[in-house]
């Protein structure tokens, strides 16, 4: 059951993914065409909204990692002993 639920994590973190960079594209069509905006704040959030998603992306990701290697490495110790 706990293999279930890090699998569906693991699809949920994908899928989170995808929003937010579907939300930076979005933000930054948005920033493009707004009267008050520019090319320069489209600039401004697609950089700074790459960096955002990049930044989140891999801590979401390094710790599903971290969980995988310590689970391996509990299987290797338990099956040596």
């Known amino acids: 059951m706990r293999d279930f639920f890090i699998g569906l994590l693991d699809k949920l973190i994908a899928v989170l993914v995808i929003l937010m960079i579907v939300g930076v594209l979005v933000g930054t069509v948005v920033a493009a065409t707004s009267p008050m905006g ?28 971290i969980y995988h290697n310590t689970k391996r490495t509990a299987d290797i110790l338990e099956s040596r002993g």
């Open 38 to 65: 520019g090319a320069l704040q489209a600039v401004g959030v697609l950089i700074g909204g790459g960096l955002y998603v990049i930044l989140m992306a891999g801590m979401m990701y390094l710790f599903l990692g």
